[in-house]
């Protein structure tokens, strides 16, 4: 049995070996990563986006893990770890993340229970 996970092994990456991407998949492929990564000196822009050259470096980062035979989670998982959650243009939803994504919709629910209780107050006062 043991020759046989073996056979199947050596038979998978010899195929893989073969497989070449093309410059036109890797520069689509780039491109869909690139516009979910944010570029970390711009004010909230894609490295796709951006014209810092810190945004090119991280474009040419990309396009060689690309190459490397990355897939496009493994290349944001790379990028994530490099650089933190900030490159994320969509953050998860984690302890420390909670106010970014709750505190909108809570002043939103304050803003308007206020609204409501002035146009009551006003509305007994007429």
Do not use: H
Not at 43 to 58: G, T, V
Not at 83 to 89: K, P, S
């Amino acid at each position: 049995m043991r020759w046989f996970f073996s056979i199947v092994l050596i038979i998978a990456t010899s195929f893989t070996s073969f497989a070449q991407i093309t410059d036109a998949e890797v520069e689509a492929r780039a491109k869909e990563v690139g516009r979910s990564l944010r570029c970390v000196v711009c004010q909230n822009q894609s490295i796709d986006e951006s014209d810092a050259p810190l945004a090119s470096d991280m474009r040419k980062l990309v396009r060689k893990r690309l190459k490397e035979g990355d897939s496009n989670a493994e290349v944001i998982d790379y990028m994530q770890q490099r650089y933190g959650d900030y490159v994320l243009l969509k953050p998860p939803v984690q302890t420390n993340t909670y106010a970014l994504w709750f505190l909108p919709f809570l002043l939103l629910l304050c803003a308007f229970g206020w609204f409501f209780k002035v146009a009551r107050k006003a509305g007994a006062e007429s």
